[in-house]
Each structure stands twice: as structure tokens, then as C-alpha cells.
């Protein structure tokens, strides 16, 4: 791989000069689905595929980007002195606003770049590929000038450009599962707080299948805000009685409790899955950590469950593609990842027979929905870092 994006790179920028090339992974959340913004845990972990950047610095202040997957642009052009969004740069602007993000914070670098991407994330497939471009130009350009920026700070800087230069509204977890991403490891992360703590995933015999429904998620950002007030109209409601600031502050336990306090009955489901989710997230953690995979598979079902019927954000093909799932007796565990209503579902699968159990799995998703579904076999991979000939692993 690295040979072939060094070819690639100077065949496009018509130079022999040797590049430095970074891989920044996808990642997927294997648990802790819409508790992030209730004040609770999520489970996220890196993948072995992502975005690789191959780059070398211009004399000028001129930047010049390709990617392979958007061939069709071309070589698009800016400048260090020149960084605001524009809508023509496509893809582009995601690595400009880590630049101009650099900028704000003072850290100027006085040259430009030729730089070269190729992701390997499968298009579409909610696996934070924005995420991962971001934060792929952001180990490149802390290297190219020698900024020596510490990992979280250049995470919370990407969610930044993700936020006020592309605007969209993400939380710290793409980013940070990207950049501090760690082999055969998940990441226990409170977004409020950035604590964060790595669960060993021995996946003996066991393989991380992600499943694309190749429904586009259409409903999934208007349903997510009403969501969210929901939320919010349930922990205004229980604030009245309970000293808490967030939905996940409370164990399930003391829910039961004090759940009469929500005088809605919609927004109390919605809270019962934040709680139940958070509780559930965090019993995940241990049961990786006694390496109890069946225990785990039984916790991502009770999240698609609660998702289904409390959140209500999975829809009629993610519960097909789940069902088809569960169906099948290899599958340690299978739930939805993401937003919900269309995406991606994440699954634990027996490696014996697995290319029969997907065979099976999509035969069954295809009847109920008349769509093929897509499998991808993932790995845990190591987090945003620069590939050398020394240090392949991933690539």
C-alpha cells in the first residue's frame, strides 16, 4: 500500500520526491447509542480501515489536494492565505478547516503542501469518514511543521473545524475514537468530561462484521433534535425533584424511582433508553474486560431492543438486517450503530461458516426489504498515526 500511494502521489503532483504518508482509521461505536448528549458513556473503538494522507510541503503557501475516491474533481486548489469554505472544494474543506483551525490557534506554518488521500472506509457506511480525513490532516500538518500538538487537543480542534467550519453539530466521539484509537482495544469515553479508559477486545474465533443496510439515513437529523428536546423536556421534568445534570447520572434503579416525576409519556421512554443505555454501556466495559463475549452479544441485542422500542430510531431496515441477525445461531450479538434510521448495524459472529451465516443474513434482509445489504469484516485497529516502512501494521 504504501509503495502504491507513493507511485499514485507522484504520478498526480508529476514529481519524484519521496512523501510522508499518515493513516487516520474509521471507527465504529460498538455500544452506548444517543447517551453522549444525555451526559453518558459511549464505546467506541478505531478500525484497521480509514483515510490515508500522502504529502509533501511546496515552497509556496499554495495547498493542493487529490483524493483517489473523488477522482473526478481533480487537483483541488487554496492557499494558506485563502481558507474559507467553499462549496465547489467538495471534500476538501474538511482538511482546509483543520488548517484554518491551526491558524486560529496561532500555529501559522509557513509552506504549503501537495497531498494525496485514498480512503478504504466504505462509502456511506456511517464509519465517520469525515472524522477521519480531519484528523488525517491534522497528524500530517502537526509533522510537515513540528508543532508537536498533544493528541486530545488535536482531537477537540477537529471536532472544531467539523462544527464552525463545515457546521455540523458532532460530538467529541468520532474524533476521539480516531485519534486515540488502540489495537484490540475499545474506548470508554464520558464525552463530557474526555475520561476515557481501554477495554482489551480478544476476539478469539470471533469476527466485528459491520452490515450496511444501504438505506440512506434520511429521517436521521430532523429525529436526532427531536430527540434530543425530548430528552431534555424529561430531565426538566425530573430536575424538579432530583439533583441531577444529566439523564445518565441516574442508575436505572433510581429512575424506576422517580420516572412518575416526566409528565409525558413519549419523552419517558426516551429517558428510560438514556439511562438503561448508559447502564448497559458500562457493564459492556466489564464484561470485555473478564473477556465474556456472549455476555457482551446479549448487551448490544438489549441496545437494538431499546433503540426499537424506547428510542424509536432504528426503522423497518435496521431491525430487518438485526433480526436477520439474530436469526442466526452464530451471532454472538448484533444492534445498530449510529444515528439510526438506516446505516449500519455492527455484529459479533462466529469465524466458522461465516461466509454462510452473511450469505444467509443477506438473503433474508433482501426479502423483507428488496435491498442488498454489504458485510464488512473489521479489525480493531490503532489509532491516527504515520506509516513508515517500518511500521505498517494496518496498511
Known amino acids: 500500500m504504501l509503495n502504491k500511494l507513493e507511485k499514485s502521489f507522484q504520478k498526480v503532483f508529476e514529481t519524484n520526491e519521496i512523501p510522508r504518508t499518515f493513516l487516520s482509521p474509521g471507527r465504529v461505536n460498538l455500544i452506548g447509542e444517543h447517551t453522549d448528549y444525555n451526559g453518558g458513556y459511549v464505546f467506541p473503538c478505531a478500525l484497521s480501515v480509514g483515510t490515508y494522507v500522502t504529502i509533501v510541503p511546496r515552497q509556496d503557501r499554495k495547498l493542493r489536494f487529490y483524493s483517489e475516491n473523488f477522482p473526478e474533481l481533480g487537483v483541488i ?94 460530538g467529541i466521539m468520532d474524533q476521539f475514537a480516531i485519534g486515540m484509537g488502540k489495537k484490540n482495544h475499545a474506548i470508554l469515553l464520558d464525552c463530557n468530561t474526555l475520561e476515557y479508559s481501554y477495554a482489551p477486545v480478544e476476539l478469539e474465533g470471533v469476527k466485528l462484521v459491520l452490515a450496511n443496510t444501504n438505506k440512506r439515513r434520511g429521517l436521521a437529523d430532523s429525529k436526532y433534535n427531536e430527540r434530543r428536546s425530548e430528552c431534555e423536556a424529561a430531565l426538566t421534568d425530573l430536575q424538579k425533584t432530583v439533583s441531577i445534570h444529566n439523564l445518565c447520572d441516574m442508575t436505572p434503579a433510581q429512575f424506576e424511582q422517580y420516572q412518575s416525576m416526566i409528565s409525558n409519556d413519549t419523552a419517558k421512554r426516551r429517558a428510560k433508553h438514556a439511562v438503561d443505555e448508559n447502564a448497559r454501556t458500562l457493564n459492556a466495559q466489564q464484561k ?108
Open 77 to 170: 486548489e487554496a492557499s494558506l492565505d485563502q481558507l474559507e469554505f467553499k462549496e465547489e472544494h467538495d471534500w476538501a474543506n474538511y482538511p482546509k478547516g483543520v488548517i484554518h483551525m491551526f491558524q486560529e490557534q496561532g500555529l501559522e506554518g509557513a509552506k504549503g503542501f501537495d497531498a494525496y488521500f485514498f480512503g478504504n472506509i466504505p462509502n456511506g457506511a456511517g464509519l465517520s469518514s469525515s472524522a477521519s480525513i480531519e484528523l488525517a490532516m491534522a497528524i500530517a500538518w502537526d509533522a510537515l511543521n513540528d508543532f508537536h500538538m498533544e493528541r486530545i487537543p488535536m482531537v477537540q480542534l477537529c471536532q472544531r473545524a467539523e462544527n464552525e467550519y463545515i457546521g455540523v453539530n458532532c
Open 288 to 395: 470485555l474486560q473478564q473477556g465474556d463475549l456472549v455476555a457482551f452479544g446479549e448487551l448490544m441485542n438489549e441496545s437494538h431492543r431499546s433503540l426499537r422500542d424506547d428510542y424509536e430510531v432504528t426503522g423497518e431496515h435496521l431491525d430487518a438486517l438485526v433480526e436477520s441477525a439474530w436469526a442466526e445461531p452464530t451471532v454472538l450479538g448484533a444492534r445498530m450503530t449510529g444515528a439510526g434510521f438506516g446505516g449500519c448495524t455492527v455484529n459479533l459472529i462466529n469465524e466458522d461458516g461465516l461466509d454462510d451465516t452473511l450469505s444467509r443474513m443477506a438473503e433474508t434482509y433482501k426479502q423483507r426489504t428488496g435491498i442488498e445489504p454489504e458485510f464488512y469484516v473489521v479489525d480493531i485497529g490503532e489509532g491516527t498515526r504515520e506509516i513508515t516502512n517500518e511500521h505498517k501494521e494496518g496498511v
